[in-house]
């Protein structure tokens, strides 16, 4: 993220990523892959590899982190309130007719509520900057709308405080649930 919005609590891994500003990407990815294995209860999903080299004793923090803020996920209010005892998959990936392409998505985890479903989209940035992915969020909801039939909205789910960013609805509209 550019860094414009409200800043996010400092993770202990913040010194190691700032060594190898590259692999920001590559956590947050050790990240979607502790959060589906906890949520899924499959442990033999995460392939935690990098193409940066880190040495043995940050890999183990970082992977500690990962599989820590999975944990806290669990515990969050955010689980509580939107995930927990619901259907759900993780990882659920798409394709989506959009005019003359079709475009190709992840998304992080589909909630199927009784009224309607949710996609949530997990985020480790440092500040929070929900109208940066709001594009992406919204094309994921009308994907799921189309795929499920039903009623679909989107949230952010930022992992650093497991606090939650607007909800939107399939034309960008921001809603409460």
């Given amino acids: 993220s550019t860094g414009k919005g409200e800043r996010l609590p400092v993770l202990s891994i913040d010194s190691i ?7 920001k990407t590559g956590f947050g990815s050790w990240v979607h892959q502790a959060l589906e294995e906890k949520l899924t209860g499959n442990d033999a999903i995460t392939d935690f590899e990098s193409d940066i080299p880190l040495n043995k004793a940050d890999e183990e923090i970082l992977l500690c982190e990962a599989k820590r803020i999975a944990d806290d996920f669990a515990k969050s209010e955010f689980f509580e309130t939107y995930v927990a005892g619901k259907d759900l998959v993780a990882e659920l990936a798409f394709y989506y007719p959009d005019g003359e392409r079709v475009l190709q998505g992840s998304a992080d985890l589909v909630v199927f509520a009784d ?53 939107w609805d399939r034309d960008g509209n921001e809603v409460e649930l």
């Fill in 115 to 167: 009224e309607y479903n949710l996609v949530v989209d997990y985020k480790t940035d440092k500040y929070r900057t929900p109208e940066e992915h709001k594009g992406q969020i919204v094309t994921y909801v009308k994907a799921m709308e189309d795929l499920y039939g039903k009623k679909c909205y989107g949230i952010l789910c930022y992992v650093r405080d497991f606090s939650k960013g607007p909800v």
């Fill in 17 to 23: 990523t700032a060594k190898h500003p590259s692999f």
